[in-house]
Nanobody, 115 residues
Framework: QVQLVESGGGLVQAGGSLRLSCAAS????????TAWYRQAPGKQRELVAG???????NYEDSAKGRFTISRDNAKNTVFLQMNSLKPEDTAVYYC?????????WGQGTQVTVSS
């Protein structure tokens, strides 16, 4: 099992930047992939970006060119650098880790982008 703790959310003006962090503990060497999801009020949770254990990344269309997912293996931490933020990026952002078919989730961190 993996425990995930997110941090780095906050309030930012449109056009600004934030960097989210997801610190993992537990069975970290069994993680196949880590991802960031977000959920806005009244909407379904959606994938924002993911990174596999081999370093391959993927992004949701609206995140391409603005967001970058990366990781620091020494610190067991995955980051989401978010630039050129828009009001529609406002959501609770969740870190997710997958081991086989088992998914672990963090508690979420709020990102609010003001216009």
């Amino acid at each position: 099992q993996v425990q995930l703790v997110e941090s780095g959310g906050g309030l930012v003006q449109a056009g600004g930047s934030l960097r989210l962090s997801c610190a993992a503990s537990g069975s970290i060497f069994s993680i196949n992939a880590t991802a960031w999801y977000r959920q806005a009020p009244g909407k379904q949770r959606e994938l924002v970006a993911g990174i596999t254990s081999g370093g391959r990344t993927n992004y949701e269309d609206s995140a391409k060119g603005r967001f970058t997912i990366s990781r620091d293996n020494a610190k067991n931490t995955v980051f989401l650098q978010m630039n050129s933020l828009k009001p529609e990026d406002t959501a609770v952002y969740y870190c997710n880790a997958r081991i086989g078919v088992i998914m672990s989730w963090g508690q979420g961190t709020q990102v609010t982008v003001s216009s």
